[in-house]
């Protein structure tokens, strides 16, 4: 079938697996460009695996130390005249590449919050591996069951003492306008969101990893976040999602009494403003995104998801001297995003930008090609006219 791009909102609708296939291309050879990471990560659960954050952090432990993975993901392979999601492309080519590279690579698909695929992990870690000497918790979902007393959440986006209006833009059509969000309603709201979006299941995972003996002398974690800059607050870090990555962060010291008698070590990673499938369903989110891609790449600073994470692990996680950390104990991989000079400008293209300056003042371009990119579109190389064949595997889910 030929597979052209349907979206709906901030969703896009089909995902192509060859433009998904050259994209993991593409990172590994950045990966690969950036040269070997010195005792970096040799054994590598990456919970999250599939896209974003998560899969470019599978990359890296892969391609950037050899290292062998296994990916936790929910993704949906392709149906008759339906493709499969981006995220099950992107783990079919990463495991097609891992392979003839001769690196290990396994996945199992499921519900990474629930017990039972838990308990798989585990097994698959003690048949294949043994233990790990790193675990990546990068998921990103709106609903949660906990596994404990069966009861299901759903997080939401608002500001939490007064409506907050400002400007976003619609990406798609490049018309910018003011939204209005009004606040929550009650605490549960913010209770909601946290139990779907804080650190209780990734120390739910950590509990469990180290009672299966699974777990590695001297083993990391580390867990992704974002603070990003003021005139974001509102709706973000001081918003119910900020709710939810304040119980994230104040998990470390939890986790890192848990793995006190292994020498293992816990993190969050504050890392930069990108586009990924969570961030452009926030309000704000993209026009500051698109702003801020200008001015980054204007001074010629900026990164996408792959460089981020390839020199988070470089630059901070397997660091031979102490990993720096800000004064919460946070690795703050958004340095460049957040310094002064910066923000000044994007202020100020802020208080500027409208419908009719935005492809001038901003790189609105940049970002619709990094969503659809997410997507397998918008890929160079790829011709998009041809027919394809929708139905890949990711070929270790068959092996489990």
């Known amino acids: 079938?030929?597979?052209?791009?349907?979206?709906?909102?901030?969703?896009?609708?089909?995902?192509?697996?060859?433009?998904?296939a050259q994209n993991i291309k593409n990172q590994i050879e950045y990966v690969k460009s950036k040269g070997t990471i010195t005792d970096g990560p040799k054994k590598v659960l990456v919970i999250g695996a599939s896209t974003g954050f998560g899969i470019a952090s599978r990359?890296?432990?892969?391609f950037g130390s050899g290292a062998a993975t296994i990916g936790v993901f929910f993704e949906k392979p392709a149906t008759e005249g339906k493709p499969g999601t981006a995220g099950w492309y992107n783990s079919a080519a990463?495991?097609?590449?891992?392979?003839?590279?001769?690196?290990?690579?396994?996945?199992?698909?499921?519900?990474?919050?629930?017990d039972e695929v838990k308990k798989e992990v585990i097994d698959l870690i003690k048949r294949d591996l043994g233990q790990v000497d790193l675990v990546v918790y990068s998921l990103a979902s709106p609903r949660r069951t906990n596994p404990k007393n069966g009861v299901s959440y759903a997080s939401v986006l608002k500001p939490i003492n007064q409506p907050f209006t400002d400007k976003t833009v619609d990406f798609h059509t490049g018309v910018v306008s003011d939204i209005s969000i009004q606040p929550i309603e009650n605490e549960e709201d913010i209770a909601n969101t946290v139990a779907v979006m804080g650190g209780e299941d990734w120390k739910f995972w950590i509990e469990d990893l180290k009672a299966a003996g699974v777990l590695a002398e001297g083993v990391k974690t580390v867990a992704y976040s974002y603070i990003g800059p003021k005139l974001t607050y509102p709706i973000y870090r001081n918003g119910t999602i900020g709710k939810a990555k304040d119980d994230l962060e104040a998990t470390v010291p939890v986790i890192n009494d848990l793995l006190k008698d292994l020498h293992g070590i816990s993190y969050v990673s504050v890392n930069k403003a990108l586009v990924t499938q969570s961030s452009s369903a926030i309000p704000v989110v993209p026009l500051y995104i698109s702003l801020l891609y200008k001015v980054m790449k204007e001074k010629g600073i900026h990164e996408g998801t792959i460089e981020q994470i390839q020199r988070l692990f470089a630059e901070r996680l397997y660091l031979d001297s102490t990993i720096p950390t800000d004064?919460?104990?946070?690795?703050?991989?958004?340095?460049?995003?957040?310094?002064?000079?910066?923000?000044e400008e994007v202020a100020k293209l802020w208080d500027q930008v409208t419908t009719e300056n935005l492809s001038e003042i901003s790189d609105i371009k940049g970002y619709r090609d990094e969503f659809f990119n997410l997507f397998g579109f918008n890929v160079d190389g790829i011709d998009y006219e041809a027919d394809t064949n929708e139905v890949v595997n990711v070929p270790s889910l068959a092996n489990n």
Do not use: W
């Open 327 to 343: 004064d919460k104990g946070r690795i703050r991989i958004d340095d460049l995003e957040m310094r002064e000079d910066v923000q």
């Open 1 to 20: 079938m030929i597979i052209q791009p349907r979206t709906r909102g901030f969703i896009c609708l089909t995902s192509h697996p060859q433009g998904a």
């Open 94 to 114: 990463f495991e097609n590449e891992a392979k003839e590279a001769g690196l290990y690579a396994k996945s199992i698909n499921g519900d990474a919050f629930s």
């Open 59 to 62: 990359i890296t432990a892969a």
